[in-house]
Protein backbone atom coordinates (compact mmCIF):
# COMPACT_ATOMS: atom_id res chain seq x y z
CA UNK A 1 0.00 0.00 0.00
CA UNK A 2 1.22 3.19 -1.29
CA UNK A 3 1.40 6.61 1.68
CA UNK A 4 -1.31 8.45 -0.83
CA UNK A 5 -3.62 5.14 -0.43
CA UNK A 6 -3.04 5.34 3.41
CA UNK A 7 -3.39 9.28 3.21
CA UNK A 8 -0.22 9.11 5.71
CA UNK A 9 2.88 11.43 5.50
CA UNK A 10 5.05 7.86 5.61
CA UNK A 11 4.48 4.53 5.70
CA UNK A 12 6.79 4.63 8.22
CA UNK A 13 8.66 6.99 10.93
CA UNK A 14 11.87 5.69 12.34
CA UNK A 15 13.28 7.47 15.40
CA UNK A 16 17.18 6.88 15.62
CA UNK A 17 20.31 6.82 13.06
CA UNK A 18 22.40 4.51 14.74
CA UNK A 19 22.67 1.20 13.69
CA UNK A 20 18.98 0.04 14.58
CA UNK A 21 17.40 2.60 12.47
CA UNK A 22 19.74 3.16 9.31
CA UNK A 23 18.66 -0.94 9.07
CA UNK A 24 15.00 -0.35 9.48
CA UNK A 25 15.04 2.55 6.85
CA UNK A 26 17.13 -0.10 4.76
CA UNK A 27 14.63 -3.01 5.28
CA UNK A 28 11.41 -1.00 5.33
CA UNK A 29 12.00 1.15 2.06
CA UNK A 30 14.20 -1.30 0.01
CA UNK A 31 12.55 -4.25 0.39
CA UNK A 32 9.15 -3.84 1.27
CA UNK A 33 8.75 -0.86 -0.64
CA UNK A 34 7.52 1.64 1.66
CA UNK A 35 8.09 5.76 1.92
CA UNK A 36 10.19 5.71 5.18
CA UNK A 37 11.67 8.74 7.01
CA UNK A 38 14.57 8.44 9.97
CA UNK A 39 14.62 11.24 12.25
CA UNK A 40 17.16 12.02 14.59
CA UNK A 41 17.94 15.24 16.73
CA UNK A 42 21.83 14.69 16.24
CA UNK A 43 23.76 16.32 13.65
CA UNK A 44 25.05 13.33 11.87
CA UNK A 45 24.26 9.82 12.19
CA UNK A 46 26.03 6.87 14.44
CA UNK A 47 23.57 7.25 17.37
CA UNK A 48 25.42 6.59 20.80
CA UNK A 49 28.43 7.02 18.75
CA UNK A 50 27.86 9.99 17.80
CA UNK A 51 27.27 11.94 21.54
CA UNK A 52 29.73 9.84 23.41
CA UNK A 53 32.71 11.36 21.84
CA UNK A 54 34.58 11.65 25.63
CA UNK A 55 38.59 10.94 25.39
CA UNK A 56 39.07 6.99 24.99
CA UNK A 57 36.14 6.23 23.49
CA UNK A 58 35.69 2.46 22.04
CA UNK A 59 33.53 -0.72 21.44
CA UNK A 60 34.45 -3.85 24.07
CA UNK A 61 33.39 -5.49 21.25
CA UNK A 62 36.26 -6.98 19.09
CA UNK A 63 36.03 -4.66 15.59
CA UNK A 64 35.42 -7.97 13.54
CA UNK A 65 32.00 -8.36 14.69
CA UNK A 66 31.25 -4.77 15.66
CA UNK A 67 29.63 -4.40 12.56
CA UNK A 68 26.25 -5.39 10.25
CA UNK A 69 26.67 -8.85 8.88
CA UNK A 70 23.58 -8.47 6.62
CA UNK A 71 25.67 -7.67 3.31
CA UNK A 72 28.70 -9.74 2.25
CA UNK A 73 30.45 -7.48 0.14
CA UNK A 74 30.24 -5.05 3.12
CA UNK A 75 31.97 -7.42 5.45
CA UNK A 76 34.70 -8.00 2.79
CA UNK A 77 34.99 -4.66 1.82
CA UNK A 78 35.79 -3.36 5.30
CA UNK A 79 38.65 -2.48 7.64
CA UNK A 80 40.04 -2.26 11.09
CA UNK A 81 43.39 -1.55 12.86
CA UNK A 82 43.30 -2.55 15.95
CA UNK A 83 40.85 -5.55 18.39
CA UNK A 84 38.34 -2.61 19.02
CA UNK A 85 36.99 0.64 16.96
CA UNK A 86 37.44 3.52 18.46
CA UNK A 87 34.65 5.90 18.40
CA UNK A 88 35.90 8.26 15.39
CA UNK A 89 35.98 4.87 13.62
CA UNK A 90 32.93 4.06 14.51
CA UNK A 91 31.29 7.28 13.29
CA UNK A 92 33.26 6.47 9.81
CA UNK A 93 31.80 2.71 9.43
CA UNK A 94 28.22 4.42 9.82
CA UNK A 95 28.54 7.55 6.86
CA UNK A 96 30.33 4.52 5.10
CA UNK A 97 26.84 2.49 5.27
CA UNK A 98 24.59 5.47 4.53
CA UNK A 99 26.59 6.35 1.50
CA UNK A 100 26.67 2.90 0.35
CA UNK A 101 23.05 2.46 0.36
CA UNK A 102 22.06 5.54 -0.53
CA UNK A 103 20.18 6.57 2.98
CA UNK A 104 21.39 9.81 3.53
CA UNK A 105 17.72 11.20 1.09
CA UNK A 106 15.71 9.63 3.81
CA UNK A 107 17.25 10.76 6.99
CA UNK A 108 16.43 13.78 8.80
CA UNK A 109 18.81 15.09 11.33
CA UNK A 110 18.62 17.81 14.00
CA UNK A 111 15.20 16.84 14.56
CA UNK A 112 14.23 15.48 17.97
CA UNK A 113 10.19 13.58 17.57
CA UNK A 114 8.59 15.27 20.77
CA UNK A 115 5.63 13.88 20.31
CA UNK A 116 4.26 10.54 18.92
CA UNK A 117 0.44 10.44 19.84
CA UNK A 118 -1.56 7.10 18.16
CA UNK A 119 -4.70 8.14 16.27
CA UNK A 120 -7.14 5.04 16.98
CA UNK A 121 -9.94 6.03 14.40
CA UNK A 122 -7.40 6.02 11.39
CA UNK A 123 -5.09 3.84 12.67
CA UNK A 124 -2.36 6.59 12.33
CA UNK A 125 0.41 7.83 14.17
CA UNK A 126 0.99 11.64 14.69
CA UNK A 127 4.45 13.09 15.25
CA UNK A 128 5.37 16.66 15.88
CA UNK A 129 8.94 17.64 15.58
CA UNK A 130 11.00 20.32 18.24
CA UNK A 131 10.89 22.16 14.55
CA UNK A 132 7.33 22.62 14.57
CA UNK A 133 6.83 20.12 11.73
CA UNK A 134 4.06 17.40 12.02
CA UNK A 135 3.76 14.20 9.82
CA UNK A 136 1.47 11.00 10.01
CA UNK A 137 3.09 7.65 9.56
CA UNK A 138 1.32 4.02 9.73
CA UNK A 139 3.78 2.47 11.48
CA UNK A 140 6.45 4.33 14.23
CA UNK A 141 9.98 2.33 14.72
CA UNK A 142 11.72 3.80 18.00
CA UNK A 143 15.40 2.94 17.90
CA UNK A 144 16.73 4.81 20.26
CA UNK A 145 19.54 2.76 22.00
CA UNK A 146 19.86 1.18 25.29
CA UNK A 147 22.08 4.19 26.38
CA UNK A 148 21.31 7.51 25.63
CA UNK A 149 18.78 9.30 28.06
CA UNK A 150 21.97 10.83 30.24
CA UNK A 151 22.13 10.20 34.09
CA UNK A 152 23.25 13.57 35.82
CA UNK A 153 23.07 13.33 39.24
CA UNK A 154 21.66 16.77 41.19
CA UNK A 155 24.03 17.29 43.39
CA UNK A 156 23.91 20.58 45.97
CA UNK A 157 25.81 23.33 43.80
CA UNK A 158 26.19 21.65 41.07
CA UNK A 159 25.41 25.60 39.04
CA UNK A 160 28.08 27.09 41.13
CA UNK A 161 30.68 25.29 39.38
CA UNK A 162 33.06 27.69 37.96
CA UNK A 163 34.75 25.35 35.69
CA UNK A 164 33.46 23.20 33.09
CA UNK A 165 30.98 20.71 33.81
CA UNK A 166 30.17 17.81 30.86
CA UNK A 167 28.57 14.06 30.69
CA UNK A 168 30.51 12.04 28.55
CA UNK A 169 27.25 11.11 26.61
CA UNK A 170 27.19 14.88 25.87
CA UNK A 171 30.26 15.43 25.09
CA UNK A 172 31.40 18.65 23.39
CA UNK A 173 33.49 19.52 20.45
CA UNK A 174 36.70 20.81 20.90
CA UNK A 175 37.19 20.51 25.12
CA UNK A 176 40.81 19.67 25.71
CA UNK A 177 42.10 18.47 28.94
CA UNK A 178 45.14 18.59 27.99
CA UNK A 179 47.39 20.30 31.53
CA UNK A 180 43.92 20.40 33.27
CA UNK A 181 42.68 19.47 36.30
CA UNK A 182 39.83 17.23 36.01
CA UNK A 183 37.62 15.51 37.89
CA UNK A 184 35.27 12.31 37.07
CA UNK A 185 32.55 10.74 38.77
CA UNK A 186 31.70 7.28 38.09
CA UNK A 187 34.02 4.42 37.22
CA UNK A 188 31.93 2.21 34.86
CA UNK A 189 31.91 1.20 31.38
CA UNK A 190 32.38 4.48 30.48
CA UNK A 191 34.40 6.02 33.49
CA UNK A 192 36.63 3.50 33.22
CA UNK A 193 37.56 4.06 29.41
CA UNK A 194 37.92 8.31 30.32
CA UNK A 195 40.37 7.48 33.14
CA UNK A 196 42.24 5.31 30.65
CA UNK A 197 42.07 7.90 27.73
CA UNK A 198 42.86 11.04 29.59
CA UNK A 199 45.15 9.82 32.49
CA UNK A 200 48.59 10.65 30.31
CA UNK A 201 47.60 13.91 29.59
CA UNK A 202 46.15 15.70 32.27
CA UNK A 203 47.56 17.54 34.76
CA UNK A 204 45.65 15.80 37.28
CA UNK A 205 43.30 13.57 37.48
CA UNK A 206 40.67 13.19 40.47
CA UNK A 207 38.66 9.94 40.77
CA UNK A 208 35.45 9.60 42.54
CA UNK A 209 34.46 6.28 42.72
CA UNK A 210 31.17 5.02 43.73
CA UNK A 211 31.85 1.70 43.16
CA UNK A 212 34.74 -0.86 42.72
CA UNK A 213 34.92 -2.38 39.69
CA UNK A 214 36.04 -5.96 37.98
CA UNK A 215 37.89 -4.78 35.62
CA UNK A 216 40.09 -6.91 32.93
CA UNK A 217 42.65 -6.14 30.49
CA UNK A 218 41.21 -5.09 27.12
CA UNK A 219 43.82 -6.93 24.87
CA UNK A 220 43.69 -4.03 22.30
CA UNK A 221 46.47 -4.49 19.93
CA UNK A 222 46.94 -3.95 16.44
CA UNK A 223 45.89 -6.51 13.91
CA UNK A 224 47.60 -7.59 11.18
CA UNK A 225 46.35 -7.45 7.50
CA UNK A 226 46.77 -11.29 7.30
CA UNK A 227 44.83 -11.34 10.61
CA UNK A 228 42.16 -9.63 9.01
CA UNK A 229 42.25 -11.49 5.68
CA UNK A 230 41.70 -14.98 7.97
CA UNK A 231 38.40 -13.36 9.35
CA UNK A 232 37.18 -12.28 6.01
CA UNK A 233 37.57 -15.94 4.70
CA UNK A 234 35.80 -17.58 7.37
CA UNK A 235 32.96 -14.64 7.66
CA UNK A 236 30.53 -17.71 7.11
CA UNK A 237 31.44 -19.57 10.15
CA UNK A 238 32.02 -16.74 12.37
CA UNK A 239 28.49 -15.32 11.71
CA UNK A 240 26.85 -18.93 12.14
CA UNK A 241 29.25 -19.10 15.15
CA UNK A 242 27.61 -15.18 16.36
CA UNK A 243 23.85 -16.20 15.78
CA UNK A 244 24.34 -19.65 17.72
CA UNK A 245 25.81 -17.88 20.61
CA UNK A 246 24.73 -16.83 24.01
CA UNK A 247 26.73 -13.44 24.07
CA UNK A 248 27.48 -13.12 20.52
CA UNK A 249 30.94 -11.59 21.10
CA UNK A 250 32.86 -13.61 18.30
CA UNK A 251 34.72 -16.13 20.52
CA UNK A 252 33.67 -19.52 22.07
CA UNK A 253 31.71 -19.55 25.09
CA UNK A 254 32.71 -21.98 27.59
CA UNK A 255 31.07 -25.64 28.19
CA UNK A 256 33.21 -26.37 30.79
CA UNK A 257 31.76 -25.69 34.75
CA UNK A 258 34.40 -24.08 37.14
CA UNK A 259 34.20 -26.19 39.87
CA UNK A 260 34.76 -29.42 37.67
CA UNK A 261 38.57 -28.73 37.24
CA UNK A 262 41.22 -28.24 39.54
CA UNK A 263 42.09 -24.80 41.45
CA UNK A 264 45.56 -25.03 39.48
CA UNK A 265 43.84 -25.45 35.78
CA UNK A 266 41.29 -23.08 37.26
CA UNK A 267 43.76 -20.37 37.44
CA UNK A 268 45.40 -21.48 34.82
CA UNK A 269 42.45 -20.32 32.25
CA UNK A 270 41.78 -17.33 34.06
CA UNK A 271 45.57 -16.47 33.50
CA UNK A 272 45.19 -17.05 29.81
CA UNK A 273 42.23 -15.26 29.17
CA UNK A 274 43.63 -12.28 31.42
CA UNK A 275 46.31 -12.31 28.64
CA UNK A 276 43.77 -12.52 25.85
CA UNK A 277 41.74 -9.74 27.21
CA UNK A 278 37.94 -8.84 26.73
CA UNK A 279 35.20 -8.62 29.50
CA UNK A 280 32.96 -10.40 28.02
CA UNK A 281 34.83 -13.04 26.97
CA UNK A 282 36.64 -13.28 30.83
CA UNK A 283 33.19 -13.86 32.05
CA UNK A 284 31.63 -16.07 29.69
CA UNK A 285 34.28 -17.84 27.77
CA UNK A 286 36.53 -19.33 30.78
CA UNK A 287 33.59 -21.26 32.60
CA UNK A 288 30.17 -22.03 31.51
CA UNK A 289 28.81 -20.77 34.91
CA UNK A 290 30.75 -17.70 36.18
CA UNK A 291 27.20 -16.43 35.99
CA UNK A 292 24.66 -18.45 37.40
CA UNK A 293 27.10 -20.44 40.29
CA UNK A 294 28.12 -18.48 43.06
CA UNK A 295 31.15 -20.64 43.72
CA UNK A 296 32.55 -20.35 40.47
CA UNK A 297 31.65 -16.55 40.14
CA UNK A 298 33.80 -16.12 43.32
CA UNK A 299 36.80 -18.24 41.86
CA UNK A 300 36.58 -15.70 39.17
CA UNK A 301 35.98 -12.26 41.30
CA UNK A 302 39.07 -13.55 43.64
CA UNK A 303 41.48 -13.75 40.45
CA UNK A 304 40.72 -10.54 39.49
CA UNK A 305 41.25 -9.34 42.78
CA UNK A 306 44.36 -11.04 43.56
CA UNK A 307 45.27 -9.07 40.26
CA UNK A 308 44.27 -6.14 41.73
CA UNK A 309 46.94 -6.37 44.60
CA UNK A 310 50.13 -7.27 42.29
CA UNK A 311 49.16 -4.69 40.01
CA UNK A 312 48.29 -1.54 42.49
CA UNK A 313 51.67 -0.21 44.19
CA UNK A 314 49.86 1.79 47.29
CA UNK A 315 47.88 -0.43 49.76
CA UNK A 316 45.39 2.27 50.55
CA UNK A 317 44.81 2.48 46.84
CA UNK A 318 44.58 -1.19 45.86
CA UNK A 319 42.04 -1.54 49.24
CA UNK A 320 39.22 1.26 47.38
CA UNK A 321 40.10 -0.16 43.77
CA UNK A 322 38.95 -3.84 45.31
CA UNK A 323 35.38 -4.83 44.92
CA UNK A 324 33.93 -7.60 47.51
CA UNK A 325 30.51 -7.74 45.78
CA UNK A 326 29.45 -10.22 43.51
CA UNK A 327 31.45 -10.33 39.74
CA UNK A 328 27.85 -10.22 38.28
CA UNK A 329 27.67 -6.69 36.16
CA UNK A 330 28.19 -5.94 33.23
CA UNK A 331 32.02 -7.14 32.63
CA UNK A 332 34.40 -4.10 31.73
CA UNK A 333 37.49 -4.52 30.55
CA UNK A 334 40.21 -1.87 29.77
CA UNK A 335 43.93 -1.20 28.85
CA UNK A 336 45.94 -0.81 32.13
CA UNK A 337 42.79 0.42 34.07
CA UNK A 338 44.45 -0.67 38.00
CA UNK A 339 47.97 0.45 36.18
CA UNK A 340 46.43 4.08 36.00
CA UNK A 341 46.43 4.51 39.81
CA UNK A 342 50.07 4.03 39.89
CA UNK A 343 50.46 7.60 37.90
CA UNK A 344 51.66 10.08 40.17
CA UNK A 345 48.99 12.26 38.69
CA UNK A 346 46.20 10.50 39.38
CA UNK A 347 44.41 10.39 42.93
CA UNK A 348 41.03 8.27 43.71
CA UNK A 349 38.33 9.19 45.99
CA UNK A 350 35.98 6.91 47.85
CA UNK A 351 33.43 8.33 47.45
CA UNK A 352 31.13 5.29 49.26
CA UNK A 353 33.82 6.35 52.37
CA UNK A 354 33.71 10.10 51.80
CA UNK A 355 30.08 10.96 49.84
CA UNK A 356 30.37 14.15 48.21
CA UNK A 357 28.64 16.94 49.90
CA UNK A 358 28.32 19.36 47.26
CA UNK A 359 29.89 21.18 44.25
CA UNK A 360 31.33 24.23 44.95
CA UNK A 361 32.49 27.04 42.87
CA UNK A 362 36.04 25.47 43.12
CA UNK A 363 35.60 21.75 43.06
CA UNK A 364 34.14 19.21 44.49
CA UNK A 365 33.54 19.08 48.42
CA UNK A 366 33.51 15.41 50.36
CA UNK A 367 32.29 14.58 53.58
CA UNK A 368 35.81 14.61 55.36
CA UNK A 369 35.97 18.26 54.43
CA UNK A 370 38.12 18.03 51.72
CA UNK A 371 37.34 20.18 48.58
CA UNK A 372 39.12 18.88 45.55
CA UNK A 373 39.80 21.99 43.35
CA UNK A 374 38.74 21.45 39.52
CA UNK A 375 38.71 22.80 35.82
CA UNK A 376 36.62 20.70 34.32
CA UNK A 377 34.12 18.19 36.21
CA UNK A 378 32.95 15.09 34.06
CA UNK A 379 30.07 13.00 35.17
CA UNK A 380 30.76 9.45 33.75
CA UNK A 381 27.31 8.63 35.89
CA UNK A 382 26.11 6.65 33.01
CA UNK A 383 22.07 6.87 31.63
CA UNK A 384 18.77 6.32 32.47
CA UNK A 385 18.86 2.33 30.73
CA UNK A 386 16.26 1.33 28.07
CA UNK A 387 13.27 3.22 28.60
CA UNK A 388 14.76 6.57 29.77
CA UNK A 389 14.45 7.68 25.99
CA UNK A 390 10.74 6.93 26.06
CA UNK A 391 9.85 8.10 28.99
CA UNK A 392 10.70 11.45 28.38
CA UNK A 393 9.06 11.86 25.10
CA UNK A 394 4.91 12.67 24.79
CA UNK A 395 4.44 8.91 23.60
CA UNK A 396 0.41 8.01 23.61
CA UNK A 397 -1.02 4.65 22.62
CA UNK A 398 -4.54 3.78 22.70
CA UNK A 399 -6.76 5.84 24.29
CA UNK A 400 -4.27 8.47 24.83
CA UNK A 401 -2.36 5.96 27.78
CA UNK A 402 1.18 7.65 28.19
CA UNK A 403 4.14 5.21 27.84
CA UNK A 404 4.77 6.28 31.57
CA UNK A 405 1.92 4.97 32.60
CA UNK A 406 2.05 1.98 30.48
CA UNK A 407 5.53 1.16 32.24
CA UNK A 408 4.28 2.42 35.63
CA UNK A 409 5.92 -0.39 37.28
CA UNK A 410 8.96 -1.30 35.54
CA UNK A 411 9.52 -1.33 31.33
CA UNK A 412 7.99 -4.62 29.81
CA UNK A 413 7.56 -6.14 26.37
CA UNK A 414 6.55 -9.00 24.36
CA UNK A 415 10.12 -10.22 22.98
CA UNK A 416 11.96 -7.04 23.19
CA UNK A 417 9.88 -5.65 19.84
CA UNK A 418 6.48 -4.46 21.00
CA UNK A 419 3.82 -3.60 23.90
CA UNK A 420 0.09 -3.67 24.29
CA UNK A 421 -1.90 -0.63 23.33
CA UNK A 422 0.57 0.85 21.25
CA UNK A 423 -0.34 -0.67 17.77
CA UNK A 424 1.96 -0.46 14.61
CA UNK A 425 5.06 0.62 17.49
CA UNK A 426 7.56 -1.74 16.63
CA UNK A 427 11.21 -1.51 19.63
CA UNK A 428 14.15 -1.71 18.75
CA UNK A 429 16.30 -3.24 21.87
CA UNK A 430 13.07 -2.52 23.86
CA UNK A 431 12.86 -3.82 27.19
CA UNK A 432 13.64 -7.50 27.92
CA UNK A 433 15.62 -7.76 24.91
CA UNK A 434 18.88 -9.87 24.58
CA UNK A 435 21.84 -9.12 26.96
CA UNK A 436 24.75 -9.37 24.10
CA UNK A 437 27.23 -7.45 21.94
CA UNK A 438 24.45 -5.51 20.24
CA UNK A 439 24.67 -5.02 16.45
CA UNK A 440 23.84 -9.22 16.11
CA UNK A 441 20.78 -8.73 18.58
CA UNK A 442 19.60 -5.36 16.21
CA UNK A 443 19.66 -7.29 13.11
CA UNK A 444 17.60 -9.46 14.39
CA UNK A 445 15.29 -7.68 15.73
CA UNK A 446 15.04 -5.57 12.63
CA UNK A 447 14.96 -8.28 10.08
CA UNK A 448 11.86 -10.27 12.34
CA UNK A 449 9.99 -6.62 12.52
CA UNK A 450 10.23 -6.25 8.86
CA UNK A 451 9.16 -9.63 8.25
CA UNK A 452 6.12 -8.52 10.57
CA UNK A 453 5.10 -5.44 8.59
CA UNK A 454 5.61 -7.42 5.82
CA UNK A 455 3.04 -10.22 6.82
CA UNK A 456 0.65 -6.85 7.76
CA UNK A 457 1.24 -5.54 4.65
CA UNK A 458 0.11 -8.65 2.62
CA UNK A 459 -2.59 -8.75 4.76
CA UNK A 460 -3.97 -5.39 4.70
CA UNK A 461 -3.83 -4.75 7.75
CA UNK A 462 -4.88 -1.76 9.67
CA UNK A 463 -2.95 -2.43 12.67
CA UNK A 464 -1.13 -5.19 14.86
CA UNK A 465 0.12 -5.11 18.49
CA UNK A 466 1.31 -7.09 20.91
CA UNK A 467 -1.86 -8.60 23.87
CA UNK A 468 -1.70 -7.95 27.08
CA UNK A 469 -1.60 -11.69 27.85
CA UNK A 470 1.67 -12.24 25.46
CA UNK A 471 3.41 -9.27 27.37
CA UNK A 472 2.81 -10.42 30.89
CA UNK A 473 3.95 -14.01 29.94
CA UNK A 474 7.56 -12.91 28.32
CA UNK A 475 7.85 -10.29 31.17
CA UNK A 476 7.65 -13.76 33.66
CA UNK A 477 9.69 -15.32 31.27
CA UNK A 478 12.74 -12.86 31.57
CA UNK A 479 12.11 -12.67 34.95
CA UNK A 480 12.41 -16.28 35.44
CA UNK A 481 15.55 -16.48 33.51
CA UNK A 482 17.18 -13.77 35.71
CA UNK A 483 16.26 -15.55 38.70
CA UNK A 484 18.46 -18.51 37.51
CA UNK A 485 21.28 -16.15 36.99
CA UNK A 486 23.44 -13.82 39.52
CA UNK A 487 23.00 -10.65 38.16
CA UNK A 488 19.50 -9.49 40.02
CA UNK A 489 21.94 -9.86 43.25
CA UNK A 490 24.09 -6.83 41.77
CA UNK A 491 23.00 -3.47 42.17
CA UNK A 492 23.63 -2.36 38.16
CA UNK A 493 21.79 -0.48 35.74
CA UNK A 494 20.87 -3.29 33.82
CA UNK A 495 18.20 -3.76 36.76
CA UNK A 496 17.66 0.10 36.85
CA UNK A 497 19.74 0.43 40.00
CA UNK A 498 21.81 3.30 39.00
CA UNK A 499 18.97 5.56 38.67
CA UNK A 500 17.18 6.81 42.28
CA UNK A 501 13.62 5.94 42.45
CA UNK A 502 13.70 3.71 39.65
CA UNK A 503 12.25 0.27 40.49
CA UNK A 504 14.50 -2.21 40.39
CA UNK A 505 13.53 -5.00 37.49
CA UNK A 506 14.47 -7.47 34.86
CA UNK A 507 15.05 -5.66 31.64
CA UNK A 508 16.81 -8.16 29.26
CA UNK A 509 16.21 -11.84 27.81
CA UNK A 510 19.40 -13.43 29.85
CA UNK A 511 18.68 -16.60 27.80
CA UNK A 512 21.17 -15.67 24.70
CA UNK A 513 20.86 -15.07 21.27
CA UNK A 514 20.61 -18.39 19.99
CA UNK A 515 17.48 -18.78 22.62
CA UNK A 516 16.10 -15.49 21.50
CA UNK A 517 16.39 -16.16 17.53
CA UNK A 518 14.58 -19.43 18.24
CA UNK A 519 11.85 -17.55 20.23
CA UNK A 520 11.22 -15.68 17.01
CA UNK A 521 11.29 -17.88 14.81
CA UNK A 522 8.54 -20.09 16.41
CA UNK A 523 6.37 -16.97 16.97
CA UNK A 524 6.78 -15.88 13.39
CA UNK A 525 5.90 -19.82 12.03
CA UNK A 526 2.48 -19.89 14.44
CA UNK A 527 1.26 -17.07 13.16
CA UNK A 528 2.87 -14.55 15.16
CA UNK A 529 1.61 -15.77 18.09
CA UNK A 530 0.76 -13.02 20.84
CA UNK A 531 -0.37 -10.72 18.21
CA UNK A 532 -3.49 -9.08 17.59
CA UNK A 533 -4.34 -7.69 13.73
CA UNK A 534 -7.12 -5.73 13.28
CA UNK A 535 -8.39 -5.84 9.75
CA UNK A 536 -9.34 -3.23 7.20
CA UNK A 537 -12.72 -4.74 5.91
CA UNK A 538 -13.97 -5.00 9.21
CA UNK A 539 -14.59 -2.64 12.30
CA UNK A 540 -12.04 -1.90 14.81
CA UNK A 541 -13.41 -3.89 17.76
CA UNK A 542 -13.34 -6.85 15.84
CA UNK A 543 -9.80 -7.45 15.14
CA UNK A 544 -8.29 -10.90 13.74
CA UNK A 545 -5.91 -12.30 16.15
CA UNK A 546 -2.86 -14.28 14.47
CA UNK A 547 -1.22 -13.93 11.08
CA UNK A 548 -3.69 -12.36 8.33
CA UNK A 549 -2.05 -13.82 5.66
CA UNK A 550 -1.66 -17.45 7.42
CA UNK A 551 -5.44 -16.85 7.94
CA UNK A 552 -6.64 -16.29 4.50
Known amino acids: MTDTQAGTDLDAAVIGAGFGGLHTLL ?16 GGVGGTWYWNRYPGALSDTESFVYRYSFDK ?47 EARAVWELRTDTGETFTARYLVTALGLLSKTNLPDIPGRDTFTGELVHTGAWPEGLDLAGKRVGVIGTGSTGTQFICGVAPVVEHLTVFQRSAQYSVPSGNRPVSAAEIDEIKANYDRIWQDVR ?17 ISEEERRRVFQENWEIGGGFRFMFGTFSDIATHPEANEAAASFIRSKIAEIVKD ?47 KGVRT ?10 LVFATGFDAVDGNYTRMNLRGRDGRHITEQWRTGPTSYLGVATAGFPNMFMILGPNGPFTNLPPSIETQVEWISDLVKDAEQGDAASVEATREAE ?38 LAGLKSYRAVLEDVASDGYRGFRYTRRSVPADEPASGSLAAAQ
Open 27 to 42: KLRDELGLNVRVFDKA
Open 367 to 376: ADGAEHELDV
Open 315 to 361: PETARKLTPTDLYAKRPLCNKDYFETFNRDNVSLVDIKEHPITEITP
Open 472 to 509: DGWTATCKEIADMTLFPKAQSWIFGANIPGKTNTVMFY
Open 73 to 119: DLLQEGSWRRSYLTQPEILAYFEDVVERYDLRRDIQLNTAVEDAVYD
Open 244 to 260: NSAVAFGFKESDVPAMS
